[in-house]
Each structure stands twice: as C-alpha cells, then as structure tokens.
Nanobody, 119 residues
C-alpha cells in the first residue's frame, strides 16, 4: 500500500510565502517523477512544477521565478516553496509521485491542500 500526503497549505496575504510538503510512504521500490498540480474552482487541474529523480525541473510559466520545487529522496518527500504569492495562486494543490511499488508502477496522488492568497 502506498500513500502520498501533502501538508503546509493555508491562508496567506498577497506577497507572502508558503512551503508545501508531500511525503510518500508504503512499499516503495523507486520513485521517479514527483511534483505539484493545482486546481482552482471551476478550472482544470494544471501543472505547477515537477522534478525528476535526477533533479531536472519543469515549471509552469506563471510560477517561474516565484516557486521552487525540491526533493529529499532519502525521505521520499517533495517540497514546493512558494514566494511572492498572488491571489491567482489560490487553488487546491495536489502532489503526485510516480512510484514503482511491489506490484505496479503508477502515479499516486495526495488528497490536496488548500492554498488561499487573500488580504
């Protein structure tokens, strides 16, 4: 059984910062890509940032220069440091991990964490 759990969301004022964390646990042989997507009300789920097991990163244009993704492979954890937050960053943020477990390889998703940017 594999679980992916996010933490760190909340309410922040425009211009503020938040750090999201996402930890994978269970029977894990390898973790390939990990990353973050977000979904605002009434909109589709969009990519925010991803990181390969080798450290290559990919960011949405809207967050480049403001958000930073990082990983601790020893802890099976991915982080998203979000700076200079804007109201349009308000969304539910979902973590995923591409995991090779005992029986299969697939993307596992967390339950989501709410980020609200408002004054």
């Amino acid at each position: 059984q594999v679980q992916v759990v996010e933490s760190g969301g909340g309410l922040v004022q425009p211009g503020g910062s938040l750090r999201l964390s996402c930890a994978a646990s269970g029977t894990i042989f390898n973790i390939y890509g990990m990353g973050w997507y977000r979904q605002a009300p009434g909109k589709q789920r969009d990519l925010v940032a991803t990181m390969s097991s080798g450290g290559s990163t990919n960011y949405a244009d809207s967050v480049k220069g403001r958000f930073t993704i990082s990983r601790d492979n020893g802890k099976n954890t991915v982080y998203l440091q979000m700076n200079s937050l804007k109201p349009e960053d308000t969304a539910v943020y979902y973590c995923y991990a591409d995991i090779n477990s005992r029986y299969t390889r697939q993307n596992y998703w967390g339950q989501g964490t709410q980020v609200t940017v408002s004054s």
